[in-house]
């Protein structure tokens, strides 16, 4: 099928073309019919004016698939300042049901649990759209700023015999008669990997058997996930993150339809140390870990003092994080001792949590030491431990939310709307 | 941590750096020793005559991770032509526990068994970590490939309601209290997709509960995944991947160990219906598919007859392929009814098959028809038969498996050999 792209029409002004696409929307005036076209693209305008075209077209509703060949001319009025007139028009398949929502409104109208169970077709919403290619870019950015930088990418299992991060939120299945679990995190795998390859990333699902029902949480969600070994402490996994998202955001501005506003990454992202950032929360300092309204005071913060989106917290208390993490090799700020904090990081987008990372312990005899404090059983770690028995270099690394982000980047309430097919506490389907 | 790599010492002759690695291999002559360091690039001889240090490395064992600062060089005799003298060396972490096999020997000599229980040991040596990055190679030229034809990356839901392929072989969990299942390829959604951006691909884990111990099969494989609109017929689906396979098979050449024969990519595949399959491979005209033996033959034939690698069969029977799977639109050579067969095609790679694709359904009656035809009920497949109610292009895709595509390049017996932790019948960890 030889074909024109609506956005490539305007090349074509005096040929006579085919295009094709969705019936986006139909315009019945008194003697003509606007005929917009949808297709990958973007939006084309038909002009129709012959009387039993325009009869047809009354049978053709919204969301058909049909092939259009038309003169262009232009029309400074029209998408992309051409329109296609004289057209026929051919349908490809059988006229569309009309869906359950209109497509072509500025705005999806339905609830959201309504398009949801029609995603199929809310998808087709050009906003909708427009996220999902969002989000392709900044995966595209992730990994060409990594490619780049000598990292590999990797795929590891998604099916475990034990819990990654907690027992908790794990989704249980049937694997041949024996109990597995669904991966949390692929955060064993990429520790390996780092004593084969170095550098290692990964994007693929994570799973998490969320019993919350909120706006920013999902039973799975794409994790971008990264580490990299011979780093000297967590400043050198911060730097590596705050170059990575420059690579991704840099992506956004190349695409038909960009964020309203791509959020500078400043060369140096402002960092606090955990114990500032209940100061700056106004919180207790007795508190063991920052509540979402922390994160938006801090969000705020940020933005006010340093002008930035992105505020590093460093030094996360070592008890909230899991056992792999590296203890500080520096005292708090306020001169609490180093070994009650961490390594670990998270940096906040916007007031809300997108990254976690840190560094990561390394010596054989610190993680038998760190599952004791745990209480946990060496065994069900044995094959992840091997790495460490074997040696590891100090290496560190951290994982971004991609869902979150492109929600919080398009400023959505809801984490639901930038995913094409959310899974969560009460959605299975489609 | 500033670092020369093993492959860039060549360019600091003369001068005094430091590397850093794992310790390969420790070869003790009568006056010196032969340290060769390990790095993510490859291979550094490192020479050490002083004898206190000599003693040292007595403690040192192999896989011990160690920072190394010397004077670089030339040596023709030593990789990359260059080696590290007058040492000192850093041990960074606690020696390490001497493997269970040695990773500096041209080939691993422990049973699979062994080196799969201990996977983050064995994935280390050269040959397997070469095998890591020909994958990681791999899918880089397909996404490449995929992105300049303008096709958008998606991720979609590992957990489904139902099955997509067929009810058997699927891995059954608690979703929350309710029966999910893990997604044996992402099709429904990659089809639904191109109601939205018309092109699309996924790169994700798939899942197959087989029952079978053969050195082909994983529970859990990596799925390289295509599906785009506005095709003719299952001819264009062909000539796309085509060009998919030579964009992956491009990319190969560039790694600093590529494989020993990079097959090369016919401007046209051969390909032969299946009818003419089942003569080739002297089986019974009345064989409904065809066995690994047969493909075997087959592969053999399109060397011998076609030199090439790589062989379409087209038009398999309908009954043999999925619901969704398109007729065949033209009688097959041999005078049988085009209502027979289909517009699906496997793909086989020296004898083996490597890829399955064509054409699909795209008119909602059409599915209801499918569906009633096979016995299976319409309501589990309401979300994803939504795309086809309102308004599908014509379509079509594939899907490669992505180790086995590495192991056939690589001629290895065992597809375990190139997953860096595989999942099987019998296997849930590392």
Redesign the interface.
């Known amino acids: 099928?030889s074909?024109v792209l609506s956005t490539s029409l305007s090349a074509h002004v005096g040929a006579t073309v085919t295009a094709?696409g969705?019936?986006h929307r139909r315009r019945q005036l008194k003697s003509v019919t606007f005929l917009i076209l949808r297709?990958?693209a973007g939006l084309a305008q038909v002009v129709v004016t012959a009387a039993d075209l325009r009869a047809r077209l009354a049978d053709l509703p919204e969301?058909?698939?049909v092939e259009v060949t038309g003169r262009v001319v232009g029309n400074p009025a029209a998408p992309a300042g051409v329109e296609l007139v004289d057209p026929t028009v051919r349908p490809?398949?059988?006229p569309?049901?009309?869906?359950p929502f209109d497509v072509y409104r500025p705005e999806l109208t339905a609830a959201l649990p309504t398009q949801l169970?029609?995603?199929?077709?809310a998808?087709?919403h050009p906003g909708?759209?427009a996220a999902?290619?969002i989000?392709?870019a900044l995966?595209?950015g992730f990994?060409a700023t990594l490619?780049r930088l000598?990292f590999?990418?990797?795929?590891?299992?998604?099916?475990?015999?034990a819990a990654t991060e907690s027992g908790a939120n794990v989704?249980?299945?049937?694997?041949?008669g024996?109990p597995?679990y669904?991966a949390q995190s692929p955060q064993?795998?990429k520790q390996?990997?780092v004593?084969?390859?170095?550098?290692v990333y990964e994007?693929?699902?994570v799973?998490r058997?969320e019993?919350h029902d909120t706006t920013r949480h999902l039973?799975?969600y794409?994790s971008l996930d990264v580490e990299f070994g011979?780093?000297?402490d967590h400043r050198d996994v911060m730097r590596l993150l705050r170059e990575v998202l420059a690579g991704m955001l840099g992506r956004l501005a190349d695409l038909p339809t960009p964020p309203a506003e791509i959020p500078a990454v400043p060369p140096k992202i402002p960092a606090v140390h955990f114990t500032e950032a209940l100061a700056v929360a106004g919180a207790s300092p007795d508190e063991p870990d920052l509540a979402p309204a922390h994160e938006r005071a801090l969000g705020e913060w940020a933005r006010a003092e340093h002008g930035s989106d992105f505020l590093f917290v460093t030094g996360y208390p070592l008890a909230k994080r899991p056992f792999y993490t590296h203890p500080a090799t520096e005292d708090a700020p306020s001169g609490g001792p180093a070994a009650a904090y961490s390594n670990g990081f998270d940096l906040l987008f916007r007031g809300v949590e997108l990254v976690t990372g840190g560094q990561r312990l390394?010596?054989?005899?610190d993680y038998l030491a760190a599952l004791a404090r745990r209480g946990e059983p060496v065994e069900p770690y044995?094959?992840?431990l091997?790495?460490f028995?074997?040696?590891?270099?100090?290496h560190g690394g951290f994982a971004i939310g991609?869902e979150r982000m492109v929600a919080r980047l398009l400023g959505v309430a809801n984490v639901r709307e930038v995913t094409?097919?959310p899974?969560d506490?009460?959605r299975?389907?489609?």
């Open positions: 099928m074909r094709a969705w019936v297709d990958a969301e058909s698939v490809l398949g059988d569309a049901v009309p869906p169970d029609h995603a199929a077709v998808l087709r909708r759209a999902l290619r989000s392709a995966v595209a990994r490619d000598g590999v990418e990797v795929h590891t299992p998604k099916i475990v015999a989704f249980a299945l049937d694997y041949f024996r597995g669904l064993f795998y390996m990997l004593g084969v390859l170095e550098r994007v693929g699902p799973f058997a019993p039973a799975q794409t011979f780093v000297t390394r010596r054989y005899a044995a094959g992840y091997d790495a028995r074997h040696g590891m270099p100090p991609l094409p097919f899974r506490l009460h299975l389907t489609p």
